[in-house]
Structures are given as structure tokens and as C-alpha cells.
């Protein structure tokens, strides 16, 4: 398997424009998270799903923050409009076990986003 | 609130020299994950420890499980150039599917 997979690796926008970032988890695998890190505040969860259904979406930081997943096999987070402090690398991971009993976390190489 | 406190924060050594990291909480884990970040790449598992009192070795990587299962350590012996980067804990509670993350010690090993 190629792993979880993310696009783009990089992003550059103007604050205010709709961001879309993207991921294919691991075939297979039925969790997905959504994590923001930065140097500040470190590795956030932003939400994660199971079986495509959002279980927690309380670390989304306020409304311009939406994240879908239409399918197994594809998800997508989106901030629109995007500010400045947005600024960050956003990670996609999927598992397929519970976490609580000791499920690994895969990760994807990361969007680094530049909001100026 | 930080649940999961990691120190030293960051690290800087050289190449042989033997280190400890640290992870430490007030909870209590069902088990308790250490995953390594190179820069550019997402975090990946380097070992999941679940029993308290648990010691796992791995080459040269000795983690260890507190017998309260509230805290834990990592420990390199001869350090190498390869194990630089982010070392990052995190706790798993059967209650929550969610992962607690410690901030990461960042790890240099001079060569």
C-alpha cells in the first residue's frame, strides 16, 4: 500500500481565499484524523471519523473549519476563509483498530500551509 | 491544559552519548505510544506499550511503561546522527478514541 496520502504537500494562499486540503487514508483502514501542527501549540486533533461519520469534531478551531468525508477512501478538510493564523502543517492519519487498545496512528507526509 | 508532559523539551548531544526523554501525567493510560518525526514527514510508530511496568527494547531504544501506567521514558544508548529528529508520546485511553499528545522533545545527535 502507498500509505495515507495527502494533497497538495504544499500550499500557498492570500488570507481570505477557500483552502481545500485532501486525503486517501490506508485501504482499510475504518478511523481517520485530521490533525494541525505547530511549533506553538504542537500536534492538535482537529476531528476524526469513523466509518466515514464524524465521531468528534471538537478540536475544530471555530466555522470557517469543515471537513468531509464522502467515502472510505477520500477526505477532505476545508477552511474558507482562510486568515493568517491558520499558518501550519495539517496531517491526515487513519488507523484500523481502537486507539484505546493501542491502534497505530498512520500518517501522511503533511500540507504545509502558508496563509499570508 | 497539557496532559502529557514531555521533557526536556529539546536536546542536543553528541554522537555515543546516551539519553533519557521523559513523558509524565497525572492520568492514567490504557496503553501509551512513542512515535519519531523526521522533518517533512508525518509522525511514525516506533513502539505501543501497554502494561504497566512494560519494557520494550528496540536496537538500541530501551521505552519503559510507569507501573501506574501514568508516565513513561525513553532511553537511547550510543546515539547516532540517524536517531535525530522529533520523539513524540502519546496516550490512548479506552474511553476515547483519541490519542494524547505530548509536545515532542526535539532530538539533535552531533556527529
Known amino acids: 500500500d502507498a500509505g495515507v496520502i495527502q494533497s497538495p504537500r504544499h500550499e500557498v494562499t492570500e488570507m481570505g481565499q477557500e483552502v481545500t486540503l485532501r486525503c486517501k487514508p490506508i485501504?482499510?483502514?475504518?478511523?481517520l484524523f485530521w490533525y494541525r501542527q505547530t511549533m506553538m501549540r504542537g500536534l492538535e486533533l482537529l476531528i476524526y471519523?469513523?466509518?466515514?461519520?464524524?465521531?468528534?469534531d471538537s478540536g475544530m478551531p471555530e466555522d470557517r473549519f469543515s471537513a468531509k468525508m464522502p467515502n472510505a477512501s477520500f477526505s477532505t478538510l476545508k477552511i474558507q476563509p482562510s486568515e493568517p493564523r491558520d499558518s501550519a502543517v495539517y496531517f491526515c492519519?487513519?488507523?484500523?483498530?481502537?486507539?484505546?487498545?493501542?491502534?497505530?496512528?498512520?500518517f501522511g507526509p503533511g500540507t504545509r500551509l502558508t496563509v499570508l | 491544559t497539557q496532559l502529557l508532559e514531555q521533557s526536556p523539551q529539546f536536546l542536543s548531544i553528541q554522537e555515543g552519548e546516551n539519553l533519557t526523554v521523559y513523558c509524565n501525567s497525572s492520568?492514567?493510560?490504557?496503553?501509551l505510544q512513542w512515535y519519531r518525526q523526521e522533518p517533512g514527514e508525518g509522525p511514525v510508530l516506533l513502539v505501543t506499550?501497554?502494561?504497566g511496568g512494560e519494557v520494550k527494547k528496540l536496537k538500541r531504544l530501551t521505552f519503559q511503561f510507569g507501573d501506574a501506567r501514568k508516565d513513561s521514558s525513553l532511553h537511547i544508548t550510543a546515539a547516532q546522527p540517524g536517531d535525530t529528529g522529533l520523539y513524540l508520546c502519546?496516550?490512548?485511553?479506552?474511553?476515547?478514541?483519541?490519542?494524547?499528545w505530548g509536545a515532542g522533545t526535539k532530538l539533535i545527535i552531533k556527529p
Open positions: 492519519a487513519s488507523s484500523f483498530r481502537f486507539t484505546g487498545q493501542g491502534g497505530e496512528q498512520f
Open positions: 485501504s482499510g483502514h475504518d478511523y
Open positions: 471519523f469513523n466509518n466515514n461519520v464524524p465521531i468528534d
Open positions: 492520568s492514567v493510560f490504557s496503553s
Open positions: 506499550v501497554v502494561t
Open positions: 502519546a496516550g490512548a485511553r479506552d474511553s476515547n478514541y483519541q490519542l494524547i
